[in-house]
């Protein structure tokens, strides 16, 4: 049987009043799918477990709300996820995500994934795709980037979420710094950006239709 956590009905009662309609409509499809999920706070965020496992997560920002799997790559067959964390993009309204039917199929593809034992590779520190492959996705995070980020929980999730792409953007402009402070004003603006759940280059990026 599966649980609410009353620490998740404050972190929605507290967002903006348009996420409050998304959040709590993305808890409702989740538990829907899957009568055994429990919630959990972590990172300062709302996350889905099935049986133990790590399965979806979503948030709330200023503008925008995210939302997404644990196993994303595995479950929407991409590790892409757009210009904001998670996979579904930068969620503005209830009408802009995908329809009740197919996030509940996604919810039952992360379920069957779990139950196969796919892991992720940020739960056991090992790459689940052939050698070379995960070499080339391997992105090396600058000591200072990654000593900031362990101090700030809520962009370092953010971060951990996105797409190797995503994270080299952040990566290679800090590591791009001639000067010690211009290194620390950059780490500064990436954890700014990071905890509204923007990717480095998200201005230029074109939004995504919506439907």
């Given at each position: 049987?599966?649980?609410?956590?009353?620490?998740?009905?404050?972190?929605?009662?507290?967002?903006?009043?348009?996420?409050?309609?998304?959040?709590?409509?993305l808890?409702?499809?989740?538990?829907?799918?899957?009568?055994?999920?429990?919630?959990?706070?972590?990172?300062?965020?709302?996350?889905?477990?099935?049986?133990?496992?790590?399965?979806?997560?979503?948030?709330?920002?200023?503008?925008?709300?995210?939302?997404?799997?644990?196993?994303?790559?595995?479950?929407?067959?991409?590790?892409?996820?757009?210009?904001?964390?998670?996979?579904?993009g930068?969620?503005?309204?209830?009408?802009?995500?995908?329809?009740?039917?197919?996030?509940?199929?996604w919810?039952?593809?992360?379920?069957?994934?779990?139950?196969?034992?796919?892991?992720?590779?940020?739960?056991?520190?090992?790459?689940?795709?052939?050698?070379?492959?995960?070499?080339?996705?391997?992105?090396?995070?600058?000591?200072?980037?990654?000593?900031?980020?362990?101090?700030?929980?809520?962009?370092?999730?953010?971060?951990?979420?996105?797409?190797?792409?995503?994270?080299?953007?952040?990566?290679?402009?800090?590591?791009?710094?001639?000067?010690?402070?211009?290194?620390?004003?950059?780490?500064?603006?990436?954890l700014?950006?990071?905890?509204n759940?923007?990717?480095?280059?998200?201005?230029?990026?074109?939004?995504?239709?919506?439907?």
């Amino acid at each position: 049987m599966g649980t609410r956590e009353p620490k998740v009905d404050v972190y929605i009662a507290k967002a903006q009043p348009f996420a409050q309609d998304i959040l709590a409509h993305l808890r409702d499809v989740v538990h829907g799918a899957c009568p055994e999920i429990e919630e959990a706070m972590k990172w300062s965020m709302p996350f889905f477990t099935y049986k133990g496992s790590l399965l979806c997560n979503m948030a709330a920002f200023k503008a925008h709300c995210a939302f997404g799997f644990w196993l994303g790559e595995q479950v929407l067959g991409t590790d892409a996820s757009g210009e904001a964390m998670g996979q579904l993009g930068r969620i503005t309204s209830v009408k802009g995500l995908p329809t009740r039917t197919q996030l509940t199929q996604w919810v039952h593809h992360a379920m069957a994934l779990t139950d196969a034992g796919v892991k992720n590779t940020r739960d056991t520190g090992a790459a689940k795709t052939p050698a070379k492959k995960a070499a080339a996705k391997t992105v090396a995070v600058p000591v200072e980037l990654a000593k900031a980020l362990q101090r700030d929980a809520k962009a370092k999730a953010v971060f951990d979420a996105f797409s190797p792409s995503h994270r080299r953007e952040y990566v290679e402009w800090i590591a791009d710094a001639k000067k010690p402070e211009t290194k620390e004003r950059r780490i500064a603006q990436a954890l700014e950006m990071l905890a509204n759940g923007q990717s480095r280059n998200a201005k230029y990026e074109s939004p995504k239709r919506k439907g």
